[in-house]
């Protein structure tokens, strides 16, 4: 079974940071185009980086420019999202999911969805 595991999530002070990490098992993340969002209560779930290796479809939230990175560990099969200076308005909860391009996972029906991490972010 393919798994993807998002963790790291918690309560923060504006201004701090958080690195949210996606473990997959079943698949490699070589394979695929690793995408991160969030979604809030009331609100649709919002693309917030992706990052594609030919920068095709390369997509980063105006929102989290200068501020969100991400970065992999292919020995631990392992994604992450390193979000600096957060803001009160970052609050929400993150999700993981990989398919074959950023298009895809912005707009189509990515081919695994993580669970969400709570990130909290208090003024």
């Known amino acids: 079974d393919v798994q993807l595991q998002a963790s790291g999530g918690g309560l923060v002070q504006a201004g701090g940071s958080l690195r949210l990490s996606c473990e997959a098992s079943?698949?490699?993340?070589?394979?695929?185009?690793t995408g991160w969002f969030r979604q809030v209560p009331g609100k649709e779930r919002e693309a917030v980086l992706c990052?594609?290796?030919?920068?095709?479809?390369?997509y980063v939230a105006d929102s989290v420019k200068g501020r969100f990175t991400t970065s992999d560990d292919n020995a631990k099969n392992t994604v992450y999202l390193q979000m600096n200076s957060l803001k009160p308005e970052d609050t929400g909860v993150y999700f993981c999911?990989?398919?074959?391009?950023?298009?895809?996972?912005?707009?189509?029906?990515?081919?695994?969805w993580g669970q969400g991490t709570q990130v909290t972010v208090s003024s």
């Open positions: 999911a990989v398919g074959d391009t950023c298009t895809t996972l912005r707009f189509g029906e990515p081919d695994y």
């Open positions: 079943g698949l490699s993340f070589d394979y695929y185009i």
């Open positions: 990052i594609n290796e030919d920068l095709s479809s390369t």
